[in-house]
């Protein structure tokens, strides 16, 4: 703190992302990056976006997008008019705060869920209420249905917890509040979730969000979009225009375009981790976890028997990382990135060990 900070700055509470190490061959289990590398042929198409001298970087990239825009556009039966892209989802979300969800009813958002909504929601100051989860951590859309709210937000499947909610679950909220925008945030969609991609043909308040870290092995790209009625779209357009004309750069429009283009390496990817997450599953429930059903490329899991905390500290000591999150509800639960067959094997054995 200091005398320079603003009123906003000091009302803040910034968002605590999970570490990033620099420590060599740590098993990295703890922020759902992919284990594999992103498209060769996202790889060339940046390499030569760079060139042998880097000439291009010297000009401006295209604010709008319009290739990125175009690739995605075809990829999901859209128009370019429908489409929004930012510098990772969590830009596209902030957005998203701001153009289209800060009205003056709270907006809606469970009570576990990705821990970036209430820090936008100071950012941006708009007034937020919670809805708690089931008991067995499923989002029950009746809680979203005939009540006040200036729009809803939820993961889906859900973050932390990997659950997913049917699509017509999503269409029964968006039918009931015609008035709020429903924003889906699809990061982790494209491991056996249904995207609610074809709800934004049907309802004008719904948009959906999605990354190209988790499933486009891109994280460090920072890309990301969203989908919906061109209206909702050109609101976003227009505080992105107040904000930054050139989220995107250069190498990563062409790296996008690309990744998005490659959807056979996509799917073999998508489809590793979906066999590899089945494996864990069954290796954790063996050593007597409770995990909760996940469509995402992570588990959550509780030992009936073993705090989560120790658990997780028993691991680093043993150079594997996995997220454990202190928030009520769910601090016995640890929240595993699927990884290689092998980083997860690797992740059994040691839990064998410390159970032990
Ligand atoms: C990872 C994640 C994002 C952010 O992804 P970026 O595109 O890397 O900013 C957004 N929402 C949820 C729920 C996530 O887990």
Redesign the pocket.
């Known amino acids: 703190m200091s005398r320079f900070w603003s009123q906003v700055a000091k009302d803040l509470t910034p968002y605590v992302p999970g570490e990033q190490p620099k420590i060599a061959n740590l098993i990295k289990l703890n ?2 990056e992919s284990p594999y590398p992103p498209s060769p042929k996202a790889v060339a198409a940046i390499l030569a976006e760079l060139g042998s001298d880097g000439a291009r970087l010297r000009l401006y990239p295209d604010p709008n997008a319009d290739l990125l825009k175009q690739a995605v556009a075809r990829r999901y039966g859209a128009t370019p008019d429908q489409v929004f892209v930012g ?7 902030a957005h998203a705060f701001q153009a289209l969800l800060k009205h003056d009813a709270p907006i809606l958002f469970p009570d576990i ?2 821990s ?1 909504y209430p820090v936008y929601c100071r950012l941006y100051g708009v007034a937020h209420e919670t809805v708690p989860l089931t008991d067995d951590f499923s989002i029950n859309p009746a809680n979203y249905i005939g009540r006040r709210n200036g729009g809803i937000i939820f ?1 889906n499947p ?3 917890t990997g659950r997913e909610l049917a699509l017509d679950a999503i269409a029964d909220i968006a039918r009931a509040n015609p008035d709020s925008v429903v924003v889906v ?1 699809e ?2 969609i494209d491991f056996g979730g249904n995207t609610a991609i074809p709800l934004t043909r049907r309802f004008d308040n719904v948009l959906v ?1 999605h ?4 499933s486009r092995s891109l ?1 460090g790209l ?3 979009y969203a989908i919906g009625h061109p209206d909702l779209i050109e609101a976003l357009e227009r505080v992105k225009n107040s904000f930054n004309s050139y989220p995107l750069d250069r190498l990563a429009i062409v790296g996008a375009v690309a990744a998005i283009k490659d959807d056979a390496y996509f799917a073999e990817c998508c489809r590793k981790v979906v066999a590899t997450r089945d494996t864990l599953t069954a290796n954790l429930a063996a050593l007597g976890f409770d995990v909760l059903p996940s469509t995402a490329n992570f588990v959550f899991a509780r030992h009936p028997q073993r705090d989560a905390a120790e658990l997780a500290k028993a691991l680093r000591e043993r150079s594997i990382i996995v997220r454990h999150f202190k928030l009520p509800r769910i601090d016995q639960f640890l929240r595993i990135t699927v990884g290689t067959d092998g980083e997860c094997q690797a992740l059994a054995d040691a839990l064998r060990a410390i159970l032990n």
């Not at 510098?87 to 979300?93: A, H, I, K, T, Y």
Request: proline residues 7%.
């Open positions: 922020t759902n510098n990772g989802s969590d830009e596209v979300l869920t990705y970036f993961p859900n973050a932390p945030d990061a982790y969000v990354t190209l870290s988790k994280a920072r890309v990301g």
